[in-house]
T-cell receptor, first 115, second 119 residues
Framework: AAGVIQSPRHLIKEKRETATLKCYPI?????VYWYQQGPGQDPQFLIS???????DKGSIPDRFSAQQFSDYHSELNMSSLELGDSALYFC??????????????FGPGTRLTVL | AQKITQTQPGMFVQEKEAVTLDCTYD???????LFWYKQPSSGEMIFLIY??????QNATEGRYSLNFQKARKSANLVISASQLGDSAMYFC????????????????FGQGTILTVHP
């Protein structure tokens, strides 16, 4: 079965540079979520989109922006990168599980390292 | 606001034994869903089990079961017959507004518990 695709899987940037993370949800899933997991931390919700509109917003810095496109893929744009932005960034898409309830299917994550 | 608390930073278990990972939650919303995820050292988040707040029975998925005590606001994960491959970080998470597993809400995670299975 198709899973959530994230690219790139690893990214190394310098301070003050910009980064773009991409997420391709499972086909026919129209809702995506972004989470940030710092080293040794639990995942923190950043932002979500439903049908190309922002549906919820968490602790996302103003330096970050995101959008969902007509094909439902989403991009997280990060500018003026700081050392503290080094983290694992997960995208999840929302859909019906085989057990009959809705769950978030997580992608493999993008590991961002800011030097 | 909702909150998830996992009070065990680390747990050790002998192979083939059972282990319980604790999770307590707090929310004023009567409709919510509770999830457990496994995160191996490779980093991916693997869904294990789900419990809805209105579910009458405790959820089970193979070797995983969820000991749901609503009055105590606890949702402990029980892993039976531990295997070496169970060594990982385990996260408890909650989603509110979850009537019958339909919520689009975000997940709020606990701090996680590192489980180490000894041979």
């Amino acid at each position: 079965a198709a899973g959530v695709i994230q690219s790139p899987r690893h990214l190394i940037k310098e301070k003050r540079e910009t980064a773009t993370l991409k997420c391709y949800p499972i086909p026919r899933h129209d809702t995506v979520y972004w989470y940030q997991q710092g080293p040794g931390q639990d995942p923190q919700f950043l932002i979500s989109f439903y049908e190309k509109m922002q549906s919820d917003k968490g602790s996302i810095p103003d330096r970050f922006s995101a959008q969902q496109f007509s094909d439902y893929h989403s991009e997280l744009n990060m500018s003026s990168l700081e050392l503290g932005d080094s983290a694992l960034y997960f995208c999840a898409s929302f859909g019906l599980s085989g057990a009959g309830y809705n769950e978030q299917f997580f992608g493999p994550g993008t590991r961002l390292t800011v030097l | 606001a909702q909150k998830i608390t996992q009070t065990q930073p680390g747990m050790f278990v002998q192979e083939k034994e059972a282990v319980t990972l604790d999770c307590t939650y707090d929310t004023s919303d009567p409709s919510y869903g509770l999830f457990w995820y496994k995160q191996p050292s490779s980093g991916e988040m693997i869904f294990l089990i789900y419990q809805g707040s209105y579910d009458q029975q405790n959820a089970t998925e193979g070797r995983y079961s969820l000991n749901f005590q609503k009055a105590r606001k606890s949702a402990n994960l029980v892993i039976s017959a531990s295997q070496l491959g169970d060594s990982a970080m385990y996260f408890c998470a909650m989603r509110v507004g979850d009537a019958g597993g339909t919520s689009y809400g975000k997940l709020t995670f606990g701090q996680g518990t590192i489980l180490t299975v000894h041979p």
